[in-house]
């Protein structure tokens, strides 16, 4: 069994080797994916593929504190961070309270933040209260609204060094790692080059420091929509209902259950 990550040996890894990040929302597929991930993020994007939402927003604290105990409890020795929902963190002491909460209410070893130099106060506050945090810059999925919908970052000069600076400020405040979202290639290694922190990118580039991924989507549970940045390793949706429609035909046909399937 694989040696649990720290935040010591996660930063230790920068330009060394690339993390390895994917989300899980249950103790299921958090256990399958505990051999092969350094991270497993409990993200508040199970709020569309887990419960049908059309965004992030409308998924609450006690919902992301339940998620992440099942994780926990199925991948027990892989390092594993709760995003902080939407609304739990819009001031320091409202931002601490809640994710002491996670802290004691599941075995998570980090919380996750959106947001850059808007979020550095805050971020120092946690950190200072041993609250291990990472960031998250670029693309905000909680800020969707806001902006309109969710758009590439870093094509533009000002867009450009606004996130840059975010990372440094974050660092600053005491990150111990960053989630670059939906920029632009040269920009994802911009932003890894310019902290000593590890940089994971979705959307990003190769040239982060990692990787994640939503597992729905790379193991291509989820039709409806295929970000560009993904890449499918499995067509999940398509053996489920393949699987399903011949266990219904063997039902019908009574063909199941077999001998072999009932007790003597």
């Not at 920068?14 to 051999?35: H, N, P, Q, W």
């Amino acid at each position: 069994m694989p040696k649990k990550e720290t935040i010591t040996s996660l930063q230790q890894a920068k330009g060394k080797r690339k993390i390895v990040m994917i989300t899980a929302y249950d103790a299921l597929f958090a256990s399958l994916f505990s051999e092969s991930a350094d991270i497993i993020l409990v993200g508040d994007s199970l709020n569309m593929s887990f419960n049908g939402k059309a965004d992030t927003l409308s998924v609450t604290l006690d919902q992301m504190i339940y998620h992440t105990q099942a994780v926990c409890n199925g991948a027990p020795n892989t390092f594993v961070v709760c995003d902080m929902p939407f609304g739990s963190t819009n001031t320091k002491e409202e931002a601490l309270a809640n994710a002491v909460k996670v802290f004691q209410q599941t075995g998570a070893d980090a919380v996750k933040i959106e947001g850059g130099c808007n979020r550095a106060e805050l971020i120092k506050h946690l950190t200072d209260n041993a609250i291990a945090v990472m960031g998250h810059i670029g693309l905000l999925p909680q800020s969707v609204r806001s902006e309109g919908g969710y758009k590439v970052k870093g094509r533009d000069e000002n867009s450009f060094e606004q996130i840059i600076e975010d990372a440094k400020a974050i660092e600053e405040a005491g990150a111990f790692a960053i989630v670059v979202e939906g920029v632009t290639p040269n920009l994802g290694a911009m932003v890894t080059q310019s902290v000593n922190i590890p940089v994971i990118g979705i959307g990003a580039g190769k040239l982060t420091d990692g990787q994640v991924l939503v597992w729905s989507d790379m193991l291509g549970f989820f039709e409806e929509f295929k970000p560009k940045f993904v890449k499918r390793y499995l067509e999940g949706a398509k053996l489920v209902k393949e699987a399903v429609k011949n266990y219904k035909q063997e039902v019908e046909s009574g063909v199941f259950p077999a001998q072999e399937h009932t007790y003597k």
